[in-house]
């Protein structure tokens, strides 16, 4: 049975903590395409608060989420546990992305482990309703090892390259809604 909590606490910044990987969904106001992200390494996801938590929203092939929350800012983060013990936790809520020239961004990156190459921005969630479900239909996987490629891809692009990304598949979704902006810092100018 499912339940609602009021806040994030502490043993669901454990649970939370324990997850080697989360979901993120979002949706476009009208039509389009609902999408849902994968993401991994444990360091890149931070519970602010009891009511905030944000993420490192990495280079990808797309920018899905950013154009979603420019659009609307609903956003759905998901931890599923794949251990023995079965849970699913869904922490709906308001999302902004905070871009690495923003003064903002500077206060919340000390929330994260390791600095990643390729850093496109933090997403920043107010959570609004956070609730539980069983999760008994989740297998059980054992975790080998976080895999490092993306980490890794990024080490070996150049600023160029990431400009390319800024004006080209990071520009739009793929339903045509704005996600970057033309003056997006490139990953080298977001380095500590």
């Given at each position: 049975m499912g339940k609602?909590?009021?806040?994030?606490?502490d043993k669901l910044r454990a649970f939370i903590a324990d997850q080697p990987m989360?979901?993120?969904?979002?949706?476009?106001?009208q039509g389009g395409h609902v999408n849902v992200s994968p993401k991994g390494y444990r360091d890149t996801f931070a519970v602010i608060d009891d009511h905030t938590v944000a993420y490192l929203d990495l280079f990808g092939s797309g920018?899905?989420?950013i154009a979603h929350l420019r659009d609307n800012g609903?956003?759905?983060v998901m931890f599923c546990s794949f251990?023995?013990?079965t849970r699913i936790l869904r922490l709906f809520g308001t999302g902004r992305v905070i871009r690495p020239d923003s003064p903002e961004f500077d206060t919340l990156r000390d929330h994260?482990?390791?600095?990643?190459?390729?850093?496109?921005a933090v997403v920043l969630v107010s959570v609004e309703r956070i609730a539980d479900s069983c999760g008994w239909s989740?297998?059980?996987?054992?975790?080998?090892?976080?895999?490092?490629?993306?980490?890794?891809?990024?080490?070996?692009?150049?600023d160029a390259d990431f400009a390319r990304r800024i004006a080209g598949d990071n520009a739009t979704s793929i339903?045509?809604?704005?996600?970057?902006?033309?003056?997006?810092?490139?990953?080298?100018?977001?380095?500590r």
């Open positions: 609602i909590f009021d806040r994030i606490d989360f979901f993120i969904g979002t949706a476009p106001s920018s899905e989420t609903r956003i759905t251990t023995r013990t994260f482990g390791t600095d990643h190459p390729g850093i496109r989740v297998p059980k996987l054992d975790l080998v090892e976080e895999r490092f490629i993306l980490d890794e891809a990024h080490s070996r692009r150049t339903d045509g809604l704005p996600a970057l902006e033309p003056d997006h810092p490139v990953p080298s100018s977001v380095l």
